[in-house]
């Protein structure tokens, strides 16, 4: 009988007492990930190279939803427990909904192949969800006749100030302008060097979205950069969007007295200055979904932001230690003949390196239950995913692709 193939990448690294975390990156990873450490008593230190929120987790509203199929993939599954965790965490610790709102959420079936996907996730049973026609009390007049899901807890948030809501916990000291050059292992902890500092903590934990791979330490993780821009709309009083919509655009409910629609998504594009092209294609989208504020926002002053997500090559988040990929090159070397060969050495991981990052367009979503995770293992506490899923997410997974399929992040 064969023996198993052990997946040695996948072994935890030995637990050390957390006695001081950093953190860079104070986007809603960063934020969420240091929330769950400080809510647990342990001091962490948040470092970021701009202000906090001012990256892809700055715009004035997005949509709080798991855009699932009814496919059983790893992604599917991350995402059904991620929406109602996030959903939780908002209930349970901003019950005020200063910057949020589960108002519910239309999705629309845009065209046949949508329709039947959506179908297919109704009979699922998955996830909370209803046949929009079956809601006549929740539909907007202007969406009466539209096939569609209802998500009763659909909601929107602001993720700039969910963020400063965050962070503003004791436990957690926010620097920023702090861009952060290298980090190095001095035992017994990591010296990270900024533009004007160095700061010194037991664990570092990288949550710095589309900057997390710029580091001699993570270079392996070869981001995908996704260029989204996004677009605003004075709120009218004639015109009353009481719930998100979200189909191949999506809009929400007015905030402070201003409507998000959007977004463009341009692959492999660093370049965050505002474009009219982009703003265009926005209104387009916005016509599909309510022409009635299309024809206002047009001859409104154009308003709006571009940013930067971070994507992985599998489009799953990259959550947990962090191993050496240079030395798993060595370690794993027979992985590049054969795949199935048995190798029982250790992983070697860098001491206390933890990263929680590449959430692309579901940020929202899925960063609050990585950090809950993260939190858990780092604490040894039992983590809230379940283990296929942490093997999934694990950083470890890209360097030893890699290595399987010929490339080379070096």
Known sequence: MSRPVIKTWLTPPPANPVKHV?????????????????????????????????????????????????????????????????????????????????????????????????????QSHYIAIENWQNCTAQRSSIWQEQQGLWWPQGAWVSPPLWVQALLQHPNIHVHTHQKVHHFDWQHPQW??????????????????????????????LNLRRIR????????????????????????????????????????????????VAEHQHNLNGLQQLSPQLADVCATQQIQGRASIRADSIDHLPILGPLGDARAMQHTYAKLSQDKHYLIEAKCPYYPNLW???????????????????????????????????QDALHPNRLPIRQLIYGQSAF
């Open 191 to 220: 010296q990270v060097h900024t533009n004007n500092d160095c700061f010194q903590a037991s664990h570092l934990i990288i949550c710095s979205g589309n900057h997390s791979d710029v580091f001699t330490q993570t270079q392996c």
């Open 22 to 122: 950093i953190i860079i990156g104070a986007g809603i990873a960063g934020a969420s990930t240091a929330y769950a450490l400080a809510k647990r008593g342990i001091e962490v230190t948040v470092l970021d190279a701009a202000e906090a929120a001012s990256g892809a987790s700055g715009n004035h509203q997005g949509l709080l939803y798991a855009k699932i199929t009814a496919a059983d993939t790893a992604q599917n599954q991350l995402l059904r427990l991620a929406f109602p965790f996030a959903l939780s965490h908002l209930q349970h610790h901003f019950p005020d909904k200063a910057f949020w709102d589960d108002c519910g959420l239309f999705q629309w079936a845009f065209d046949d192949k949508e329709y039947q996907h959506q179908q297919k996730l109704l």
């Open 228 to 275: 989204g821009q996004v677009a605003y709309a004075d709120s009218h009083a004639a015109i009353h969007i009481p719930h998100a919509i979200t189909g191949q655009h999506y809009l929400t409910p007015a905030f402070q007295n201003r409507h998000t629609f959007g977004a463009s998504f341009v692959f492999n594009d660093e370049d965050i200055q505002f474009r």
């Open 355 to 389: 990263i929680n990052t590449a959430h692309g367009t579901r940020g929202m979503v899925t960063a609050p239950i990585c950090a809950e995770s993260l939190a858990r293992r780092l604490c040894q506490e039992t983590d809230i995913l379940p283990q296929p899923l």
